[in-house]
């Protein structure tokens, strides 16, 4: 089971952008769907936006498009979340995950093999 580690969260306001990271402690199989989940306080998990390990496609949910940008750095082993226009609505901690299914603008949070910590985003207005 591949091991993940976020890390770029922090306090921003209201129009900043952010770029969150994704460290995997090996090479994900090349079959692999990587993404991002957020939570906010009292909500459920959520789909964010996805990214095929090989090639590069790209999937987002409603919320993000647009704004999000997911990308890979294969020879680091690693993922990115590119957030600009950032919303209050975008305040929660953002999970790393590994190996999930992946439908249109929609994923399963219960469908992911591999999660990472977390990491806090707090967007201020």
């Known amino acids: 089971q591949v091991q993940l580690v976020e890390s770029g969260g922090r306090l921003a306001q209201a129009g900043d952008s952010l770029r969150l990271s994704c460290a995997a402690s090996?090479?994900?199989?090349?079959?692999?769907?990587m993404g991002w989940f957020r939570q906010a306080p009292g909500k459920e998990r959520e789909f964010v936006a996805a990214?095929?390990?090989?090639?590069?496609?790209?999937y987002y949910a409603d919320s993000v498009k647009g704004r999000f940008t997911i990308s890979k750095e294969s020879t680091k082993n690693t993922m990115y979340l590119l957030m600009n226009n950032l919303k209050p609505d975008d305040t929660a901690v953002y999970h790393c995950?590994?190996?999930?299914?992946?439908?249109?603008?929609?994923?399963?949070?219960?469908?992911?093999?591999?999660w990472g910590q977390g990491t806090q985003v707090t967007v201020s207005s």
């Open positions: 995950a590994a190996d999930f299914l992946i439908s249109g603008t929609s994923a399963s949070p219960h469908s992911v093999r591999s």
């Open positions: 090996a090479p994900p199989y090349s079959s692999f769907t």
């Open positions: 990214i095929s390990w090989s090639g590069n496609r790209t």
